[in-house]
Every structure is written in structure tokens, then in C-alpha cells.
């Protein structure tokens, strides 16, 4: 069993900081990558930024320059610092950890914390 477990969400103002915490713990296989995704109810799943354990990592063009991701490897924690906030990034924030098993990759998500940007 795997649990991947967001934490950091909340309400902010536009120009303030929020960093988003994720854990993934329980019987996972080796954790290769990390990352965050947004949805909002008018949008489809987006990928915000992922990192790998090499430390490589990727940013939507959207959150480029005000996010900033990292990743705890012996602790398959990962962090998103989030400055600069938009009201458009108001959205429910999901943590994915992809894991490498035998069969193939494996992804575990977490549950999702809502960040609240107010104008």
C-alpha cells in the first residue's frame, strides 16, 4: 500500500508565497520522479513542474520563474515553492510520484490541496 500525502494548500493573496509539501511512503517500489499537477473545474488535469531524482526538472511555461520544485530523495518527499501567486493558479494542486517496478512505471497520486489565490 502507498500513500502520497499533499500538504501547504490554503488562501493567499496575489503576490504572496505558499510551498506545497508531498510525501510518498508504504510499500513503494523505487521513486524515479516527482511531481505536481493543478485542476480547476474548467480545465483538465495540467502538469505544473516534475523533477526527477537527477535532480532534472520541468516547468509549464505558465508558472515558469515564480515556482520552484524540489525533491527530498531519501524521503521521496517533494517540495513546490510557489511565489509571485496569480489568481490563475487558483486550483486543486495533486502530488504524483512515478515509481519504476518490474512490469513497468507505476504512478501513485495524492489526494489534492487546494490553493486559493484572492485578487
Known amino acids: 500500500q502507498v500513500q502520497v500525502v499533499e500538504s501547504g494548500g490554503g488562501l493567499v493573496q496575489a503576490g504572496g508565497s505558499l510551498r506545497l509539501s508531498c510525501a510518498a511512503s508504504g510499500s513503494i517500489v523505487d521513486i524515479v520522479a516527482m511531481g505536481w499537477y493543478r485542476q480547476t473545474p474548467e480545465k483538465e488535469r495540467e502538469l505544473v513542474a516534475d523533477i526527477t531524482k537527477g535532480g532534472s526538472t520541468n516547468y509549464a511555461d505558465s508558472v515558469k520563474d515564480r515556482f520552484t520544485i524540489s525533491m527530498y530523495n531519501a524521503k521521496n518527499t517533494v517540495y513546490l515553492q510557489m511565489n509571485s501567486l496569480k489568481p490563475e493558479d487558483t486550483a486543486v494542486y495533486y502530488c504524483?510520484?512515478?515509481?519504476?517496478?518490474?512490469?513497468?512505471?507505476?504512478?501513485?497520486w495524492g489526494q489534492g490541496t487546494q490553493v486559493t489565490v484572492s485578487s
Open positions: 504524483e510520484a512515478e515509481g519504476r517496478a518490474v512490469a513497468g512505471p507505476v504512478y501513485y
